[in-house]
C-alpha cells in the first residue's frame, strides 16, 4: 500500500508541477482552485470520512457476523443510495453555480473570475458521483484487506490530469473554452479511471453488482445514520481547507493557489504514510471493537500512533527545514515565478506544524465510529471549524494569506488533542507514556535532523551552485541525505525501536517483499 500511496502521490506532484508551469499561480489557476474546492472537499470527506467513518465498520461487521453474501448486498445498497443523493446534489450544483461560485468567493476581490469559476464548476460537479462509487469501492477492498489497487487508483486520477493538460488544453481555444477548463474536463476522466481501476479486483474479490436500493436494510440504515455524523466527525481539516480558500480570495491574485500548492506539499507525507497506517489500522480497529474490545483497540492504537509519530514528525521538521528549496525543486518552472516560490513556502512553512494533528485525527476519528460513538467527534470537529475561523480571522488581519496556514495548523493539533484525550478515556488509555516518550524521543532527533539539513543546503547551494535546475536538486538532495543521516544517527542513539522498525517495514517494501495485495 505504502508504494502504491508512493506511485498515487508522486504522480500527484508530477499534476501540480505541470500546472504550475502551465498556468501558474494566476487568475485561471485561482478559478479552478475555488471551483474543485466543493467536489474536491466532498471527496476527501467520502475517501477519509463517511467511508472509513461509517461505511468501512458496518461492511465489516457484515462480513464478520453475518457472511460475504450480506456484505456484497450491503455494497451494492450502499453505491446506489450515494449515486442517487450525489447525483441530486450535482444537478442542484449544476443548475446554481454562479450563485454557488459567488457565495464562496469575495466578491469584491473575485468579481472577475465569477464567470468562469462558475463554468468550471458545472464541469466539475459529476466528479461527486463518480468519487462516491470509486470510495466505495475502496471501502469494500479494505474492508477484505486487499489495500494495494484501492491505494494506486487515485493515481489515475492525476494521470488524467497531467494528459489533459498535455492533449486536451492545447485545442480548447479552437473549441471555445478557457484552456484551464481542458484540466476540469480531466478531473472528470479521472474518476472514471478511478472506478475502472478497482472494478476487477471487486469482482475478482467474489462482488457482483446488482441494482438495488433497499433503504430498509438495517446495514444501509446503520451506514447512513453513521455517515451523517461521521463525515461532520472527520471533516475539520477539510471544512478549514474549505474556510481558507473563501478567505484567500480576499487577498491578492494567485493567494487561494499558493495555499493550495502548500497544503499538497505538507500533505504529502499524510498521502504517503498517514493515510497508509491509518487505512491499514481502520479495519483491525472495527473488527477488534466487536471481537477482542478495549485491549485490542488499545493495542493497535498505541502502536499505529507510534508509527505515525516516528514518519509525521520527521517530515514535519524536513518540511519546515526547507521549504524555500523544496518548493523551488518542485513548482518553479515556466509560469510559476521566483515570487510565487516565495509566497507557497512561507504558507508551507506555517501549515507544517499541522502534519502532525492531520496525521492523528486519521486514527483517533475513525475509532469513535468503530464504537458507534458518532456524537463525540462531531462535537470536537463543530469545535475545531470554529477555532480555525476565530483564529484565521485574527492572524490573517496580521499575517495575511500566511495567517490562513498557520490558523489551520493549529486547529489540526486542537482537534487531535481534543480526539485523543476522550479516545483514551473511553477505551482506558492509549499506552500514553510510551506514546509521549516515542514523541519526545523522534521530537529530538527530528530537530537535530532539521539542523542538519538546514545548514547542509546553505552549503550546498554555496558550493554546488543555486542557478540550474539541476544544482537546485543535487543541493536539496544532499541535504536531505544529510538530514536523514543524522536523524537515523540519533534515534539509534536514543534507543528509538519505533524508527528502526518503521524503517525496516519501509526498505522491505522498497525491496518488493513486503507489499500488501
Given at each position: 500500500?505504502?508504494?502504491a500511496?508512493?506511485?498515487?502521490?508522486?504522480?500527484?506532484?508530477?499534476?501540480?508541477?505541470?500546472?504550475a508551469a502551465?498556468?501558474?499561480a494566476?487568475?485561471?489557476?485561482?478559478?479552478f482552485?475555488?471551483?474543485s474546492?466543493?467536489?474536491?472537499?466532498v471527496?476527501?470527506?467520502f475517501?477519509?470520512?463517511?467511508?472509513?467513518?461509517?461505511?468501512?465498520?458496518?461492511?465489516?461487521?457484515?462480513?464478520?457476523?453475518?457472511?460475504?453474501a450480506n456484505a456484497?448486498?450491503?455494497?451494492?445498497n450502499?453505491i446506489?443510495?450515494l449515486i442517487?443523493?450525489?447525483g441530486?446534489l450535482?444537478?442542484?450544483?449544476?443548475?446554481?453555480a454562479?450563485?454557488?461560485?459567488?457565495f464562496?468567493?469575495?466578491?469584491e476581490?473575485?468579481?472577475a473570475?465569477?464567470d468562469?469559476t462558475?463554468?468550471?464548476?458545472r464541469?466539475?460537479?459529476?466528479f461527486?458521483?463518480?468519487?462516491?462509487?470509486?470510495?466505495a469501492?475502496?471501502?469494500?477492498?479494505?474492508?477484505?484487506?486487499?489495500?494495494?489497487?484501492?491505494?494506486?487508483?487515485?493515481a489515475t486520477?492525476?494521470?488524467a490530469?497531467?494528459?489533459?493538460a498535455l492533449?486536451?488544453?492545447?485545442?480548447?481555444?479552437?473549441?471555445g473554452?478557457?484552456?484551464i477548463?481542458?484540466i476540469?474536463?480531466?478531473?472528470?476522466l479521472?474518476?472514471?479511471?478511478?472506478?475502472?481501476?478497482q472494478w476487477?479486483?471487486l469482482?475478482?474479490?467474489?462482488?457482483?453488482?446488482?441494482?438495488?436500493?433497499?433503504?430498509?436494510?438495517p446495514?444501509?440504515?446503520?451506514?447512513?445514520?453513521?455517515?451523517?455524523?461521521g463525515t461532520?466527525?472527520?471533516?475539520?481539516?477539510?471544512?478549514?481547507?474549505?474556510v481558507n480558500t473563501?478567505?484567500?480570495t480576499?487577498?491578492?491574485?494567485?493567494?487561494?493557489?499558493?495555499?493550495?500548492?502548500?497544503?499538497?506539499?505538507?500533505?504529502?507525507?499524510?498521502?504517503l504514510?498517514?493515510?497508509s497506517?491509518?487505512?491499514?489500522?481502520?479495519?483491525?480497529l472495527a473488527?477488534?471493537?466487536?471481537?477482542?474490545?478495549?485491549a485490542?483497540m488499545?493495542?493497535?492504537?498505541?502502536s499505529?500512533?507510534?508509527l505515525?509519530?516516528?514518519?509525521?514528525?520527521?517530515?514535519?521538521?524536513?518540511?519546515?527545514?526547507l521549504?524555500?528549496?523544496?518548493?523551488?525543486?518542485?513548482?518553479?518552472?515556466?509560469?510559476?515565478?521566483?515570487?510565487?516560490?516565495?509566497?507557497v513556502?512561507?504558507?508551507l512553512l506555517m501549515?507544517?506544524?499541522?502534519?502532525?494533528g492531520?496525521s492523528?485525527?486519521?486514527?483517533?476519528?475513525?475509532?469513535?465510529?468503530?464504537?458507534?460513538?458518532?456524537?463525540?467527534p462531531?462535537?470536537?470537529?463543530?469545535v475545531?471549524v470554529?477555532?480555525?475561523?476565530?483564529?484565521n480571522?485574527?492572524?490573517?488581519r496580521?499575517?495575511?494569506?500566511?495567517?490562513?496556514?498557520?490558523?489551520?495548523?493549529?486547529?489540526?493539533?486542537?482537534?487531535?488533542?481534543?480526539?485523543?484525550?476522550?479516545?483514551?478515556?473511553?477505551i482506558?488509555?492509549?499506552?500514553?507514556p510510551?506514546?509521549?516518550?516515542?514523541?519526545?524521543?523522534?521530537?529530538?532527533?527530528?530537530?537535530a535532523?532539521?539542523?542538519?539539513?538546514?545548514?547542509a543546503?546553505?552549503?550546498?547551494?554555496?558550493?554546488?551552485?543555486?542557478?540550474?535546475?539541476?544544482?537546485?536538486a543535487?543541493?536539496?538532495?544532499?541535504?536531505?541525505?544529510?538530514?536523514i543521516?543524522?536523524l537515523?544517527?540519533?534515534?539509534?542513539?536514543l534507543?528509538l525501536?519505533?524508527f528502526?522498525?518503521?524503517?525496516?517495514?519501509?526498505?522491505?517494501?522498497?525491496?518488493?517483499?513486503?507489499?500488501?495485495?
Open positions: 500500500m505504502t508504494i500511496t508512493l506511485l498515487s502521490r508522486l504522480l500527484g506532484m508530477a499534476r501540480d508541477i505541470v500546472l502551465i498556468f501558474g494566476g487568475a485561471a489557476m485561482d478559478a482552485v475555488v471551483a474546492r466543493i467536489p474536491n472537499l471527496r476527501d470527506l475517501a477519509e470520512g463517511a467511508m472509513s467513518a461509517a461505511f468501512v465498520p458496518t461492511f465489516t461487521r457484515q462480513l464478520t457476523q453475518k457472511g460475504e456484497w448486498r450491503l455494497g451494492s450502499v446506489n443510495a442517487l443523493v450525489t441530486t450535482v444537478v442542484l450544483g449544476m443548475i446554481f454562479y450563485p454557488l461560485a459567488d464562496y468567493t469575495d466578491d476581490q473575485f468579481a473570475n465569477l468562469l462558475a463554468r468550471l464548476t464541469w466539475m460537479l459529476p461527486l458521483t463518480l468519487v462516491a462509487v470509486a470510495v469501492q475502496a471501502g469494500m477492498l479494505n474492508s477484505l484487506r486487499r489495500f494495494f489497487v484501492p491505494a494506486v487508483s487515485p486520477y492525476n494521470v490530469l497531467i494528459l489533459s492533449v486536451i488544453v492545447p485545442f480548447c481555444p479552437a473549441l473554452l478557457e484552456p477548463e481542458g476540469a474536463i480531466g478531473s472528470l479521472g474518476g472514471v479511471l478511478q472506478i475502472v481501476t476487477p479486483a469482482h475478482a474479490a467474489g462482488f457482483r453488482y446488482k441494482p438495488i436500493l433497499d433503504f430498509k436494510d446495514a444501509l440504515r446503520d451506514v447512513l445514520l453513521l455517515m451523517g455524523p461532520v466527525g472527520v471533516a475539520a481539516g477539510q471544512i478549514n481547507l474549505f473563501v478567505l484567500a480576499s487577498q491578492e491574485v494567485g493567494a487561494a493557489t499558493w495555499l493550495t500548492y502548500a497544503f499538497r506539499l505538507m500533505y504529502l507525507p499524510i498521502g504514510f498517514g493515510v497506517v491509518a487505512t491499514a489500522a481502520v479495519p483491525e473488527r477488534q471493537a466487536v471481537e477482542e474490545g478495549f485490542g488499545r493495542r493497535t492504537l498505541s499505529s500512533l507510534r505515525m509519530l516516528v514518519l509525521s514528525v520527521p517530515a514535519m521538521a524536513g518540511l519546515a527545514a521549504a524555500y528549496p523544496i518548493t523551488q525543486v518542485v513548482l518553479e518552472r515556466g509560469e510559476f515565478t521566483p515570487a510565487d516560490t516565495a509566497a513556502s512561507y504558507a501549515y507544517a506544524p499541522g502534519l502532525i492531520y492523528i485525527v486519521k486514527i483517533a476519528s475513525p475509532s469513535f465510529y468503530a464504537l458507534k460513538d458518532a456524537r463525540t462531531v462535537m470536537i470537529s463543530v475545531t470554529l477555532s480555525n475561523v476565530a483564529l480571522l485574527w492572524l490573517i496580521v499575517m495575511g494569506y500566511a495567517g490562513l496556514a498557520l490558523g489551520t495548523a493549529t486547529a489540526s493539533l486542537i482537534n487531535a488533542s481534543l480526539l485523543l484525550t476522550l479516545l483514551s478515556r473511553r482506558g488509555g492509549v499506552d500514553a510510551r506514546v509521549v516518550l516515542t514523541f519526545v524521543k523522534i521530537g529530538l532527533a527530528s530537530a535532523m532539521a539542523a542538519a539539513a538546514w545548514f543546503q546553505i552549503e550546498l547551494a554555496a558550493t554546488i551552485g543555486d542557478v540550474t535546475f539541476v544544482q537546485r543535487l543541493a536539496l538532495g544532499g541535504a536531505i541525505a544529510a538530514g543521516l543524522v537515523a544517527a540519533v534515534a539509534k542513539l534507543r525501536s519505533e528502526e522498525e518503521a524503517m525496516g517495514t519501509v526498505l522491505r517494501r522498497l525491496k518488493g517483499g513486503g507489499a500488501a495485495r
